[in-house]
T-cell receptor, first 115, second 111 residues
């Protein structure tokens, strides 16, 4: 079945450590997105990529980094510079280079906590 | 900057009741509006997408309306069921790759 796979489901980070969240899609979508969800708040965009080897900062990119070396993969690294990383992280994709008349498809998320 | 608000934050209804969830946005220059469902600990599932030129979309027991001029959308759920219990989020696409999400309405349908 086509879809978006995020791993791991739960992740714990020690202080000063970088951690990487995986996002893989087999929908052949061009555009991919990373969001952060905090309790009582809407999703906030961290980074997005419309095409391989290209990505753009969203509203809250500080302390995060991404890469897009393959169409199907868009990993997110939470660096030690992100001082409040505890949140639910959601990856999404969309057909076309961000065509807005197509709905976004979401993975099941990764919950990141600080040890 | 686009702001999206959903009221109420939580809603509890008995099974079988028809209900309306509200979404408002501050900038009417949107491309489309999308309603999502989120189950606890899960990602978002797209329910309905309304283009800016449309007034409403329907899927089964769900009907979403859009009034751009007043900055409002409603999601109508007919004959609610316990399986409808989830958080419902709306999101507006303001320009390319800029989607703004509301905080969601947590719906509980009691048997």
């Amino acid at each position: 079945d086509g879809g978006i796979t995020q791993s791991p489901k739960y992740l714990f980070r020690k202080e000063g450590q970088n951690v990487t969240l995986s996002c893989e899609q087999n929908l052949n979508h061009d555009a991919m997105y990373w969001y952060r969800q905090d309790p009582g708040q809407g999703l906030r965009l961290i980074y997005y990529s419309q095409i391989v080897n290209d990505f753009q900062k969203g509203d809250i990119a500080e302390g995060y980094s991404v890469s897009r070396e393959k169409k199907e993969s868009f990993p997110l690294t939470v660096t030690s510079a992100q001082k409040n990383p505890t949140a639910f992280y959601l990856c999404a994709s969309r057909q076309g280079q961000g065509l807005l008349n197509q709905p976004q498809h979401f993975g099941d998320g990764t919950r990141l906590s600080i040890l | 900057k686009q702001e999206v608000t959903q009221i109420p934050a939580a809603l509890s209804v008995p099974e079988g009741e028809n209900l309306v969830l509200n979404c408002s946005f501050t900038d009417s220059a949107i491309y489309n509006l999308q309603w999502f469902r989120q189950d606890p600990g899960k990602g978002l599932t797209s329910l309905l997408l309304i283009q800016s030129s449309q007034r409403e979309q329907t899927s089964g027991r769900l009907n979403a309306s859009l009034d751009k001029s007043s900055g409002r959308s409603t999601l109508y759920i007919a004959a609610s069921q316990p399986g409808d219990s989830a958080t419902y989020l709306c999101a507006v696409a303001h320009n390319n790759n800029d989607m703004r999400f509301g905080a969601g309405t947590r719906l509980t349908v009691k048997p």
